[in-house]
C-alpha cells in the first residue's frame, strides 16, 4: 500500500518516520523545503504537490493544524486521487467541519476519515499514539495497518465526525485536568508546601491522574518546552466550545478552562506547552518561588 502524508510539523514528522520504519512507501508534500530533509533522509519521496503526493498514494493522511487548511489539502487530495483512495485527516477539527468535507469528498469519489489523535509529540515519536477514528468501517480497516504504525491504541468511535467529538472530550478532559494540577501545585507553593511532595502523595490516591503524573512532574521540572503547544489547546478549546453553543450545552468546566487557555496565550505563552499553565497562575498569584 502506497501512502502520503501532507503536513510536517511538530506532530507529522515523527509519524512519518515510524511509518517509514514499518516499511511502507510514503509520499510527502511541504510547503517549506526544510520540513522535508528529516523525512526524504529516510526515505520518504518528495512530491512537487498534494495533487502528485495523491496520484502516487492508495492512502493519504494529513496533519495540520484547523479546519480551514484540512478542507484546502482535501480538495488537492480529490484533484489527484486515484480510484478508491481513503484520506485520513488526523488534525483537530470541528465534528461539523469534519462531517462537511468528507461530505464533499465522498461526492468526488475519496473516502475520508477523521482520524485525530492524542499523546502529543512525545507519542508521535515513540510511536504510542491514541488514534480515535470517524467514518466507514471498509476504509478503516484499510487505514488500519498504517495506523498502527504510528499509534498503540487505534479505535473506530463510529460514523464520520466521532473521531472529532472523542477528541473534544479529551480535550475537555486533559485541557481541565491541566487547568487543576496548575492550580493545585500553585496553592500548594503559595502554602508553603512541597509541591513534589504533593504530588508523590496524590499519586497514590484517588486524584491520581496521567496529567497528575505527566504534566504535574513537568510543572515541577518547569520543562515548558512545547510537545504541545498552547496555543493549539486553546483552538481545541473554542472548537468544543462552539459545538456546545451549537449543541445548547453547558460546559461550565471547559468553558473556565477555555478563558484560562485565552488568558495564556494573551500572556505571550502560546508557543509553550500547555503546562504553562502554572505559569499563569504563578503570574496570577505574585510570580513564580
Not at 492508495?58 to 486515484?82: H, K, M, N, T
Not at 512541597?194 to 518547569?222: I, K, T
Amino acid at each position: 500500500m502506497n501512502l502520503g502524508f501532507i503536513g510536517l510539523g511538530l506532530m507529522g514528522r515523527p509519524m512519518v518516520l515510524n511509518l517509514r520504519k514499518a516499511g511502507f512507501a510514503v509520499s510527502v508534500w511541504a510547503r517549506r523545503e526544510a520540513s522535508l530533509t528529516l523525512v526524504v533522509a529516510a526515505g520518504a519521496v518528495a512530491r512537487g504537490s498534494i495533487a502528485e503526493v495523491a496520484a502516487a498514494s492508495d492512502l493519504v493522511f494529513s496533519c495540520v493544524p484547523d479546519a480551514p487548511q484540512v478542507a484546502e489539502v482535501a480538495q488537492a487530495v480529490a484533484d489527484g486521487a486515484r480510484e478508491g483512495l481513503v484520506y485520513a485527516d488526523m488534525s483537530t477539527i470541528a465534528p461539523a467541519a469534519a462531517r462537511e468535507i468528507a461530505a464533499d469528498l465522498k461526492a468526488r469519489g475519496v473516502i475520508m476519515l477523521d482520524a485525530p489523535v492524542s499523546g502529543g509529540e512525545a507519542g508521535a515519536i515513540a510511536g504510542t499514539l491514541t488514534l480515535m477514528v470517524g467514518g466507514e468501517q471498509a476504509a478503516f480497516d484499510k487505514a488500519l495497518p498504517a495506523f498502527q504504525a504510528m499509534g498503540q491504541r487505534v479505535t473506530r468511535v463510529g460514523d464520520s465526525g466521532a473521531g472529532q467529538v472523542a477528541k473534544a472530550c479529551n480535550q475537555i478532559l486533559t485541557g481541565v485536568g491541566v487547568a487543576a494540577v496548575a492550580e493545585a501545585l500553585n496553592f500548594a507553593r503559595m502554602s508553603g508546601v512541597d509541591g513534589a511532595r504533593v504530588r508523590e502523595v496524590l499519586l497514590g490516591g484517588l486524584a491520581a491522574s496521567r496529567v497528575l503524573d505527566n504534566h504535574g512532574q513537568r510543572m515541577l521540572d518547569r520543562n515548558f518546552k512545547p510537545g504541545f503547544k498552547a496555543w493549539m489547546h486553546q483552538k481545541d478549546m473554542r472548537i468544543v466550545m462552539e459545538e456546545a453553543h451549537r449543541l445548547g450545552l453547558a460546559l461550565p468546566a471547559a468553558g473556565a478552562t477555555a478563558q484560562l487557555f485565552n488568558a495564556l496565550v494573551g500572556n505571550g505563552m502560546g508557543e509553550e506547552d500547555s503546562v504553562a499553565m502554572l505559569q499563569l497562575f504563578e503570574t496570577m498569584s505574585g510570580g513564580a518561588a
